[in-house]
């Protein structure tokens, strides 16, 4: 049960309550500066009011990239399934609407990539599987609340986007006949990493400047910090989870993936909250984003575990001590030292959790389709399957504990902060493509920071702090307690400016007005 009593009671006699929701036309602020920056929602927002260019417009330069990222070589598999003439439609009721200036909500002609996990009409849902067993999507009944909501509002969806498949993985190394590897725009050497691998690398590629995920051991924040933008992974049922295939229900958390800080915090204000199709967040506070526009730090205590914090490749600890650095010395926040117990307990009971959770939803495809397994899901599913019940209870009672020590810490410290993922993505070879990838040495250290969060629930974002010398980015985790959105917003908000963003290997600028709109 998540920390929560405290904060409704306060709710309740806060008289100043109704001014806490969140208006996302207020938070629109477009790019003013010389130098590369992706394509915001505010950009899209400017460029339709002011004529720029329209809905339909944006649609066919994203329609024409799709198909270079394809004809590249290697290929770049970001979007697996798009429909033109569904997109062109989409994009000319929302270029009617903003002409005859009546825009539905601040998404509308925003284009939005979804995750081949999330039920949209029209399209399979095959979790990253080679099958076409899996049925199309018919109804916008059967859609979820996060793509209910951004349809209602107006959002261009330009199709289902890679991932690794079943989820069960965070490379996005998918040898699947569908899907293939997805590339990472800024080093195409490398995969996008997973299991949110086209949504990352769509919104990298500027494709779209959202796209929908879910994490469940870090699927969000990996792939966001790896591909140098911003992952949510909002507090557990703060987000509804109607609408996908969720195999691993008490660790799954679904949300999405953003061009910055900005258009991640838009992207919650229109979100987040209850949903009366998922009881599990019925009751919970009012989303807020309080002081998001402080960048003055001086009333915020960042924590860190510094034996914690340094457990990864030297690089990427280098690169995070210098954001923490900022945030310190430009930001103003207090640094205090911690020690978060039982972190190696925490990622077993993660461990045992997620994947007797997968292997139990997933037992019916594997018994029907285990020799169409990718190796690594093959194996993953067996170890899922091999643990018993009283470990699983064992891992719930160890959940227990982890939770009890974070709200400790966080009585203490409003924020903690440490490297998004422990190591970079392998350089890709041909096994790697034809197989998929099994070093679960290495795959432990890339998701040391992550599976935490989704053990207790309580959120975190992934926000770019630089590059690596292989010009891969690195991403630094920032995390609060359970529903305190507001406080891991406002210090990745602070924290943005300290990363000047490069421009990826591959990129397309779909609002541009010239006819050369993308990166050879």
């Not at 991932?163 to 725009?185: A, D, E, K, W």
């Not at 995969?191 to 949110?196: C, D």
């Not at 139990?360 to 495809?365: D, H, V």
């Not at 709200?407 to 190591?423: A, E, H, K, W, Y």
Request: include cysteine; glycine fraction near 8%.
């Amino acid at each position: 049960i998540l920390p929560v009593e405290k904060i409704l009671k306060e709710e309740i006699e806060n008289e100043k309550t109704k001014g806490r929701i969140i208006d996302c036309w207020k938070l629109l602020k477009p790019s003013s500066s010389n130098e590369f920056a992706f394509n915001t929602i505010s950009d899209y927002i400017e460029a339709y009011r002011n004529g720029v260019t329209t809905p339909t417009d944006v649609a066919h330069k994203i329609i024409d990239a799709i198909v270079d990222s394809e004809s590249r070589s290697p290929k770049m598999r970001i979007i697996i399934e798009y429909h033109t003439s569904n997109i062109l439609s989409q994009a000319e009721d929302s270029t009617k609407r903003w002409k005859n200036n009546i825009p539905l909500s601040v998404f509308d002609g925003i284009p939005v990539a979804v995750k081949d996990e999330m039920y949209l009409a029209g399209y399979p849902c095959r979790s990253g599987m080679p099958l076409q067993e899996f049925s199309v999507v018919k109804s916008l009944q059967d859609e979820g609340w996060m793509v209910s909501k951004l349809r209602e509002g107006g959002a261009i969806f330009i199709g289902m986007a890679n991932m690794h498949q079943l989820g069960i993985g965070t490379t996005g190394i998918n040898p699947s006949v569908y899907h293939g590897t997805c590339r990472n725009p800024y080093n195409v050497n490398h995969s996008a990493s997973g299991s949110s691998s086209g949504p990352a690398a769509a919104v990298a590629a500027g494709l779209c400047p959202i796209a929908l995920g879910a994490d469940g051991g870090g699927s969000i924040r990996i792939p966001a910090g790896t591909n140098g933008i911003v992952g949510l992974k909002a507090t557990f049922s703060r987000i509804s989870g109607t609408g996908f295939r969720k195999v691993c229900s008490t660790v799954a958390h679904p949300g999405f993936v953003c061009s910055t800080v900005r258009d991640s915090a838009i992207a919650y204000g229109f979100l987040a909250g209850p949903d009366c199709q998922d009881p599990i967040g019925l009751v919970q506070p009012l989303p807020n984003l309080l002081n998001f526009e402080i960048k003055d730090l001086y009333d915020i205590k960042i924590g860190v575990d510094w034996t914690y914090f340094n457990h990864c490749n030297p690089e990427i600890a280098t690169h995070c001590k210098q954001a923490v650095d900022y945030l310190v010395n430009r930001c103003n926040a207090k640094l205090v030292e911690i020690s978060i117990p039982e972190l190696y307990e925490a990622v077993r009971a993660h461990c045992i959790s997620i994947l007797t959770e997968m292997a139990t939803n997933c037992k019916e495809i594997y018994n029907k389709y285990h020799d169409k397994l990718n190796t690594d899901s093959e194996i993953n599913l067996q170890i899922g399957g091999s643990f018993t019940a009283i470990e699983y209870f064992e891992a719930q009672k160890q959940r227990t504990r982890c939770m009890n020590i974070l709200q400790r810490l966080f009585s203490s410290v409003d924020c903690i902060v440490n490297p998004t993922f422990g190591d970079f993505m392998p350089k890709l070879n041909e096994d790697m493509l034809k197989h998929g990838y099994t070093n679960l040495v290495h795959l432990s250290n890339v998701t040391r920071f992550a599976s935490l969060g989704n053990l207790t629930g309580h959120p975190s974002v992934s926000i770019p702090i630089g590059y690596s010398i292989n010009h891969l980015p690195i991403g630094l985790m920032v995390q609060a307690s359970w529903w305190r959105e507001d406080l891991v917003y406002r210090v990745s908000h602070a924290l943005e400016g300290y990363c000047k963003i490069r421009k990826p290997e591959v990129y397309y600028d779909v609002l541009a007005v010239h006819p050369s709109h993308h990166t050879k």
